[in-house]
């Protein structure tokens, strides 16, 4: 029980000392990650709808 105690404290000490980034920041980062998520979903649909017309014809479907 000591063990864990002991790395409870040290983590808390860690989680002082951590430089975390400012709030616009990180608020612009978020957006980043959300349109690139976006329009990766987008192509993939797109591509993935392109592929599946094609076979659908290559195969008589």
Request: charged share 15%.
């Amino acid at each position: 029980m000591n063990k864990i105690a002991n790395y409870l404290k040290e983590t808390k000490v860690e989680m002082n000392n951590v430089v975390w980034p400012k709030w616009p920041l990180t608020m612009t980062h978020t957006g980043i990650v959300i349109a690139i998520a976006l329009i990766v979903g987008y192509l993939s649909g797109f591509f993935d709808s392109i592929m599946s017309k094609g076979l659908a014809k290559l195969l008589g479907l």
